[in-house]
Structure formats: C-alpha cells, structure tokens
C-alpha cells in the first residue's frame, strides 16, 4: 500500500514556475515508477510526465517537453514535479500516481493515487 500526499500547487503568472512535491508512505516506494497526471476542468485526465523506479528513466508529454522536469528522491520517499515557463493551459489539477508499470502514460496502470494540487496559470 502507498498513500502518496502532494503538494507545491497555487496561482502563477504565465512565465513563472512552481516545483511540485509528492510525499509517498510505505517501505516500497522505490520499487513503484511514479508518475503525475493532471487534469484540466471538462477534460479528461492526461499524463504529463513519469520516472522509473530509479530515476533512471523519464518520459514526458510533448506539451510540457523541455519546461518540466520530474526527478525523486527514493531516500526521502519523494517525486518532485519542477514545472518552468507555465502557460495558462497548464492550469489543471495535478495528480501523483504509483504504479509497477512500463504503461507509464497511460493512467488505469498506476495503482495509487494522491488527492491533487491545483495550478493556475494567469495570461
């Protein structure tokens, strides 16, 4: 079982930049790629970026390549989220999601999730 809680969401100018963190309990969370999801009002759910167990391996949606960047700290039992030059389409709520997937854009393969930290990105 992982409980995963975020934080870091709030309202930005377009340009700025927000860094969000997620804190992950249980003793396995090293073993879980670690993703986060975000979530725009009357959209569907869609990935913005994914980092394999051992931050070996990152993936990224096109719309956020080269402004965001995920790294974790299995240490800390942490993912973090540094989001740069924000756009107001990145306004959404954001989601941090755990799973033992190689699916790692694809949502119904993450087996935990945190409860999401709003964004909003003013023009």
């Known amino acids: 079982q992982v409980q995963l809680v975020e934080s870091g969401g709030g309202l930005m100018q377009a340009g700025g930049s927000l860094r969000l963190s997620c804190a992950a309990s249980?003793?396995?969370?090293?073993?879980?790629?670690m993703g986060w999801f975000r979530q725009a009002p009357g959209k569907e759910r869609e990935f913005v970026s994914a980092?394999?167990?051992?931050?070996?391996?990152?993936y990224y949606a096109d719309s956020v390549k080269g402004r965001f960047t995920i790294s974790r700290d299995n240490a800390k039992n942490m993912v973090y989220l540094q989001m740069n030059s924000l756009k107001p389409e990145d306004t959404a709520v954001y989601y941090c999601?755990?799973?033992?997937?190689?699916?790692?854009?694809?949502?119904?393969?993450?087996?935990?999730w945190g409860q999401g930290t709003q964004v909003t990105v003013s023009s």
């Open positions: 999601a755990a799973g033992r997937t190689l699916r790692y854009n694809q949502n119904q393969y993450y087996n935990y």
């Open positions: 249980g003793r396995t969370f090293n073993t879980y790629t």
């Open positions: 980092i394999s167990w051992n931050g070996g391996t990152t």
